[in-house]
């Protein structure tokens, strides 16, 4: 039957716009691996993140990421090809979730291919996050905030 105007409103509820952001902060260096945590913070349980990281390919190799204390309970999955690494974070069960507040959610790895590398060449591109009805968060991508390489070398 056809729905007729004053019947059945619609099956889903609207959700409330929740607002996220998320940024790279700082970074380490170990051995010969470049680490730099993505932080973010937002007012709801996160049950998925996906998060496009772009890099020049000449001056980084991407390596897996990692999780961290916030987002322990969930898998990560990663791929990269050419200047982009896709990151996913999730709990295939649906059992687990990241919680509300602000904190590094997945730590980035980099292999350096050049000793003058500059990190203001990493970017996230791209970042969704969703709570666990599946409702895309507002998410703003906080610009990065690196020293500059002739800066970095200065400071060691």
């Known amino acids: 039957p056809i729905p007729q105007p004053g019947g059945v409103g619609p099956f889903y509820k609207s959700a409330p716009v929740a607002l996220s952001e ?12 470049i680490e730099i945590p993505v932080n973010s ?3 709801l349980p996160v049950a998925g993140v996906q998060i496009l990281v772009e890099f020049d390919p ?15 309970a969930l898998s990560v999955f990663s791929s990269y090809k050419d200047k982009y690494q896709i990151i996913g974070l999730l709990d295939l069960q649906a059992q687990n979730s990241i919680q509300s507040g602000t904190g590094s959610i997945v730590i ?11 990190l203001n060449r990493l970017k996230i ?3 969704i996050l969703v709570d666990r009805e599946a409702n895309t968060l507002n998410t703003t991508i906080k610009p990065n905030s690196f020293s500059t390489p002739e800066a970095r070398a200065r400071w060691y």
């Open 58 to 72: 000449t001056q980084f190799e991407p390596l897996d990421p990692t999780l961290t204390e916030r987002s322990k």
């Open 125 to 127: 591109s791209e970042a």
């Open 41 to 43: 913070s937002f007012g």
């Open 108 to 118: 980035l790895r980099f292999k350096p291919k050049v000793a003058n590398y500059d």
């Open 22 to 33: 998320v940024e790279l902060s700082g970074s380490s260096v170990t051995g010969d691996v």
